[in-house]
């Protein structure tokens, strides 16, 4: 089993930025993908970043446009999500979650991920 917990959400202004992190325990998940999806207010949970074990290949959803940088410490089993110019869109549960593909792919696919933190709430004022 592998226990997630992501922290580091809050309220911001617009045009902020904010660093989540998300610590892993139980099974060891240094050689397996993890990814930060999110969800807001009526909405589907949505792929916000994906990283492989190695932190060689990510993949990130559409619309942050090259404002958020995910990043993975193997050694302090700890994924991390930087978060820039921050906008109101942005508000919503950001959930941490682990693969059980042993090297797999960043997967934008929720279904790949059978591990998840209760989530972070960030919100994005105006």
């Known amino acids: 089993q592998v226990q997630l917990v992501e922290s580091g959400g809050g309220l911001v202004q617009a045009g902020d930025s904010l660093r989540l992190s998300c610590t892993s325990s139980?099974?060891?998940?240094?050689?397996?993908?993890m990814a930060w999806f999110r969800q807001g207010p009526g909405k589907e949970r949505d792929l916000v970043a994906a990283i492989t074990w190695s932190g060689e290949r990510k993949a990130y959803g559409d619309f942050v446009k090259g404002r958020f940088i995910v990043s993975k410490d193997n050694a302090r089993n700890t994924l991390y999500l930087q978060m820039n110019s921050l906008e109101p869109e942005d508000t919503a549960v950001y959930y941490c979650?682990?693969?059980?593909?042993?090297?797999?792919?960043?997967?934008?696919?929720?279904?790949?991920?059978?591990?998840w933190g209760q989530g972070t709430q960030v919100t994005v004022s105006s």
């Open positions: 979650a682990a693969s059980d593909v042993y090297r797999g792919p960043p997967s934008g696919s929720r279904s790949s991920y059978v591990y």
């Open positions: 139980g099974r060891d998940t240094s050689e397996y993908p």
